[in-house]
């Protein structure tokens, strides 16, 4: 199974994008997803996820009230907006068991190929 993420490029600060991620196989329906970036130079940190069982969703501070994650079954988004220049990372779409959490990347076995996201000042 392979996870398609999409909907990254330049955009200036305050601006809005949003990224989707797709499964070659299968949905990410009954599963666990959520959103990680890795920003230059840096280790790749975990940005939001969202719980297939108990219909929640998690955030890192850092983009708490700016972006919005939602599994619609076949497609994953992560809606972003009010962007930073801090948000500019490569940001990687990633499925998972529904008994598992969602803030580890060790939560996850199955990841999207990555899609740049950078941002302007």
């Known amino acids: 199974v392979q996870l398609q993420a999409s909907g990254g490029g330049l955009v200036q600060a305050g601006g809005s994008l949003t990224l989707s991620c797709a499964a070659s196989e299968g949905s990410f329906t009954y599963y666990n997803a959520g959103w990680f970036r890795q920003p230059p130079g840096k280790e790749r940190e975990f940005v939001a996820g969202?719980?297939?069982?108990?219909?929640t969703t998690d955030y890192a501070d850092s983009v708490k009230g700016r972006f919005t994650i939602s599994n619609a079954g076949e497609i994953l988004y992560l809606q972003m907006n009010s962007l930073e220049p801090e948000d500019t990372a490569v940001y990687y779409c990633a499925r998972g068991s529904s008994w598992s959490g969602v803030r580890l990347q060790s939560d996850y076995n199955t990841w999207g190929q990555g899609t740049l996201v950078t941002v302007s000042s």
């Open positions: 969202s719980r297939w069982i108990e219909r």
